[in-house]
């Protein structure tokens, strides 16, 4: 039976203290405000009996409120839970292809489908083809090839930049080099691909474009001078702005031209840019990637 004593040492309040049988397995200190101790034996009505007497102490001095636990007695510690952290899932760029080769297009498909952040939207042999398949989805990054045996695949890449939002567009072609390099850059395209390179070369250059970069070998001085000797010299402001890849109508509003014009001396720019192809040329030579390794 708990008996129940009243201490007092000179100038305390009065605290009550409870005593019990030395068996109890787990007692519960409290260091009130004076210093005394308020001894329960576990039972939930004699805790709350002691926490209300020293509630008001504990309010006024919650520093000098520490749980105790008796000598030899293990600490019971009860693990917070960890925040629970979800695995970031980058987004998938999801990828057009453009090319009238049938090995390219399933080359090109079976590789990038393996890549986890790329995936094929729609790949076709036409411009036509292609729009009827993406069926008004966005891709973000449009691999194009430069020779297409119905199309020119810089006329369809001025027609794509001209849009609102256009897609960053990769031209992948047997013909890179300084001329192509001009020429696709006259015409708005994020990068230039030779398709002798690994295939590697070309996944790195789609990542790089969706993120705004602009990825073309530089242009030896002799060959940008002998493209320049073919432009008129109306034409050297526009492409100049062009190469700064200045939208048409920016370029309408410096020259104080209608944007018909501006887009008119861009295609004609484009054209007398762009590289002939080699007399002697075999189709799967200038189509076909030179190397699938990576």
């Known amino acids: 039976m708990l008996n129940t ?34 001894d329960t034996d576990g039972r939930f009505d004699r805790i709350v009996a002691a926490a209300t007497a020293i509630r008001p102490a504990c309010s006024a001095t919650p ?7 008796p000598p030899g007695q293990p600490a019971v510690v009860t693990p917070s839970p960890l925040p629970t952290r979800w695995p970031r899932l980058e987004p998938m760029l ?12 399933a080359g ?9 952040d790329l995936s094929v939207a729609a790949v076709a042999a036409t411009a036509p083809e292609l729009a009827t398949k993406l069926n008004g989805l966005r891709p973000d990054v449009l691999i194009l090839d430069y020779d297409l045996a119905r199309d020119d695949g810089l006329t369809h890449l001025r027609r794509i930049k001209s849009r609102t939002n256009p897609p960053a567009v990769v031209v992948y ?3 890179a080099g300084p001329a192509l390099n001009l020429a696709a850059r006259a015409a708005q395209a994020d990068a230039v691909v030779d398709k002798a390179e690994p295939v590697q070369t070309l996944l790195t250059a789609v990542r790089r474009a969706a993120n705004g970069d602009v990825v073309m070998a530089p242009v030896p001085r002799d060959a940008f001078e002998a493209a320049v000797a073919r ?20 370029i309408a509003d410096v020259l104080r031209v209608d944007q018909a014009e501006v887009n008119r001396r861009a295609q004609r720019i484009v054209g007398r840019l762009r590289p002939r192809r080699s007399v002697g040329l075999e189709d799967d030579d200038v189509r076909a990637p030179k190397a699938w390794s990576r």
């Open 5 to 38: 004593m009243l201490h007092r040492r000179q100038g305390d309040d009065a605290v009550a203290t409870a005593s019990r049988p030395a068996a109890n397995p787990i007692s519960l200190a409290v260091a009130g405000e004076n210093g005394c101790i308020v």
């Open 63 to 69: 520093d000098r409120c520490k749980v105790h636990r």
């Open 94 to 105: 999801r990828i057009a292809l453009l090319d009238d080769h049938p090995a390219v297009l």
């Open 108 to 116: 090109l498909r079976r590789l990038i489908d393996a890549e986890p």
């Open 173 to 175: 072609s047997a013909y």
């Open 231 to 250: 432009l008129e010299d109306d034409d050297l402001p526009v492409f100049a702005m062009l190469l700064d890849r200045e939208p048409l109508d920016s």
